[in-house]
């Protein structure tokens, strides 16, 4: 086989895309909506499952609501994007190749790197070995069951930010003989305004949830968790939420990386260290002009569009344009009939409006389907998924925050 693949006449660039999560569909999409307009350029798309794993919904999932399968092949219909699926199991940045599980490399003339993060089990004991987590959908079934087995007892949630918020909500209303402890070192919607912070709180105090600020987890054990400072709360099931972590691919492969092994990028969001290498997603560590953005949805899908928009002036002999972002909302589920929604300033600031209640609730849906439509609009006209809120001067170097 050729160095390289050839389509038709001409020598395709092979674009290779780890990670099918928003960020990285987002890319795909984009990317092979482009191709049908240029034959130069082959797109691979490499995750380790077929099922899409909708992050946003896992809380549900986790309650043992059933909700609809998606596919990542079909996801991927009529794009003419390849899916493989498989672990990754090395990066060589230098052969420009990536190992699937352990038996197959795949050579990329342009890496997309959007492995994501998962939750951290590993800075604190026990959790690795008697924690569950929502970092799959598989991790959410087993949680789903555990629950389901039990007909009462405590449910202690570990980390009161989006995550645990929602988790504990979720649990609380749909298992109420349960009762659930939401523990955080920061108090929950601690960045909301003072009315979006007091009507999350009034709805977690409705639903039976006993919140605990200010306190850190040291140690958990198969019946309970430890305290700092010595106190143990006994728990029937523990849901660790608290803190995330990156794949160790990335540095081992020595691209230039953060504290927390996310890949520092440039404002085209390609590596500082290896420019053929774009990072996104939870992945990357993408500055602004207030900081490093933090991995969420909203922030997801647009380094992915970004990406692909990027690749595609590159091959154009273009050069690519800054990424700028700028946050616009937090939406927060509180059960199936709650939630509250806290608009933001471009830098994630909470501003003065907020949602609540079942107008807040058929927002937050709506945010959470967005993406199929958004990519289905992607495949019939690529110049749709470009625009995001980018927040104006406020995200500009130097600009007003």
Known sequence: ???????????????????????????????????????????????????????????????GQRLAELSV?????????????????????????????????????????????????????????????????????????????????TVVVAGSGLTGIESAAEIAERRPRLNVVLLGRQEPGAAMNPKAKAYLRAALHRLGVRVRAGVEVVKVLPDAVEL????????????????????????????????????????????????????????????????????????????GVHAALSIDRMLRGKPPKPFRFGYYHTPVSLGRGDAVVQFTRPDDSPRRFCLTGRTAVRYKETVTASPWPTYGRMKKMPASGAFWPRGGRSTRAGGAK
């Open 228 to 303: 700092e400072g010595g106190e143990s709360i006994a728990a029937d099931a523990v849901l660790w939420t608290s803190g995330t972590r990156t794949s160790p691919l990335a540095a081992a492969a020595g691209l230039a990386v953060d504290e927390r092994g996310r890949i520092v990028t440039d404002a085209a969001l390609r590596s500082v260290s290896h420019p053929e290498v774009y990072a996104v997603g939870d992945a990357a560590a993408i500055r602004q002009s207030y900081g490093v953005l933090h991995g969420t949805c909203q922030s997801g899908m647009p380094t």
């Open 73 to 153: 092949p079909e996801l991927l219909e009529g794009t003419g994007t390849q899916f493989v699926r498989g672990w990754v199991t090395a990066v060589d940045a230098d052969a420009k190749a990536v190992r699937i599980d352990d038996d197959r490399v795949l050579p990329y003339d342009t890496l997309v790197y959007g492995l994501g993060s998962v939750a951290d089990t590993s800075a604190v004991p026990g959790v690795e070995d008697c924690a569950y987590t929502l970092n799959s959908a598989q991790d959410a079934e087993c949680l789903a069951g555990r629950l389901a087995r039990l007909g009462s007892g």
């Open 1 to 63: 086989m050729s160095a390289r693949q050839e389509t038709g006449t001409a020598t395709a660039h092979r674009v290779v895309i780890l990670g099918a999560g928003y960020a990285g569909m987002a890319t795909a999409i984009q990317l092979a909506a482009r191709v049908k307009e240029r034959k130069d350029m082959q797109v691979t798309l490499v995750n380790a499952q077929e099922r899409f794993t909708e992050r946003m919904r896992l809380h549900m999932t986790a309650t």
